[in-house]
């Protein structure tokens, strides 16, 4: 769902054959991108090695290739000489052939971020504008995404478009949430609508969670595995799902929205921030922001370990739900939780239990997620990239 309309943002493209330009080098169509995401996921492969990781044949893989080389979306890299023979060429992603913009909607603050194919953050920053004032955000998004460009030096007609990431869940499929009661402005907007024609490029939207899960199919787990859960730990809980290699949202937009299975009561123990920023705030500590709990997280705190042991129960009945429904090959660990606190959560979780004949059933492999930037930012910005080139 985009918006690809443009208006006066000041933005001035190179020529006027850019949009014409931009519309040939994203229009890669199915088997380009069957191509292309084989490539991204195996780092630097053989040409020859695409048809067994395709269901293309090798006449086929060399025509889209060449023309994946054309567009200055793929690069040769030298050929690895294992036996007899000509070597198959080597072909790799080129980081600078495609360029997403990410902005992340969160309860506390706003961030802006450019990442490049490879799912390397080129620009990360805060924006000067209340995450709760829509208006506010809009406005300095506006003024900030062509400097941004500019500073940079993106050429416009690689740049695939602008995700934004907004905490919440849908009532129907689109680009309105339900968003979290600091965010009451944003509730029920359409994004795309709102944000309008004020830029250049194609806009989307989804969920924070979601995009953590997609970073992380980008840059982290994704790299081994081709499905896994991802848990999103900020001052909620949220989840993600990856499945064939790609984020799964459902039928509603609402896939792997976690915190849902509990009542009000249970609710009040899972795995979300807010518990433990209370917590905290019993205890006398001066803490009343997810921000303020990272930079000053101390392992040693007595209330971290009765926090785990509260949340534990509530975790593990999310993960045997995800075991027994989707059976992922891994569950991240990820969010904006301190790293120590994901640690301990997966090691007190207890992901299945025993079958009737006493053996452990099969579980996923718990990981804490190694992404070292903001995952619902990078996964803002992979959004384009994933919806013009991969899908």
């Known amino acids: 769902m985009t918006n690809a309309g443009r208006a006066d943002s000041g933005m001035v493209f190179g020529d006027g054959n850019s949009e014409q330009n931009a519309a040939s080098i994203f229009a890669i169509g199915r088997s380009g991108a069957l191509v292309l995401d084989a490539v991204r996921r195996q780092g630097c492969v053989a040409r020859s090695e695409l048809t067994e990781t395709t269901p293309l044949s090798q006449q086929s893989v060399h025509r889209l290739a060449e023309d994946l080389i054309t567009r200055g979306l793929l690069r040769l890299e030298a050929p690895q000489i294992t036996g007899r023979g000509k070597p198959s060429p080597m072909l790799a992603l080129e980081p600078n052939g495609a360029f997403g913009i990410g902005l992340a909607i969160d309860t506390e603050d706003v961030r802006i971020a450019v ?63 339900v968003t979290p009661r600091r965010l009451d402005a944003w509730h029920g907007r359409d994004v795309s609508t709102f944000f309008g024609d004020i830029f250049p490029f194609p806009l989307m939207a989804e969920n924070n969670a979601t995009l953590g899960a997609e970073a992380e199919n980008w840059v982290g787990a994704g790299r081994r595995f081709d499905n896994f859960a991802y848990l999103s730990i900020n001052l909620g809980f949220g989840g993600g799902l990856v499945l064939n290699g790609a984020p799964f949202t459902g039928h509603h937009m609402n896939a792997a929205e976690v915190s849902s299975i509990y009542t009000d009561e249970e609710s009040q123990r899972r795995p979300a921030l807010k518990t433990l920023i209370a917590m905290l705030q019993d205890e006398g500590y001066d803490i009343a922001t997810v921000g303020a709990l990272k930079a000053r997280y101390d392992p040693s705190w007595p209330v971290i370990e009765r926090w785990v042991t509260r949340v534990t129960p509530a975790l593990d009945q999310i993960l045997r739900a995800l075991s027994g429904i989707v059976d ?28 009737d004949y006493g053996i452990p059933l099969p579980e996923p492999e718990l990981l804490i997620s190694a992404i070292g930037t903001d995952p619902n930012v990078l996964g803002a910005a992979l959004l384009p990239i994933r919806t013009r080139l991969f899908r």
Do not use: C, W
């Open 115 to 177: 990442t490049n194919l490879l799912g390397d953050i080129l620009h990360l920053s805060v924006l000067e504008a209340d995450p709760g004032a829509p208006e506010a955000v809009r406005d300095a998004a506006r003024a900030t995404v062509p400097a941004m460009i500019r500073a940079l030096g993106l050429p416009p007609e690689r740049i695939a478009g602008i995700g934004v990431s907004m905490q919440g869940y849908r009532r129907k499929p689109g680009l309105a949430f």
């Open 328 to 355: 992922p090959a891994a569950v991240v660990f990820g969010g904006e939780a301190p790293l120590d606190l994901r640690q301990r959560l997966a090691a007190a979780a207890s992901p299945r239990g025993l079958d």
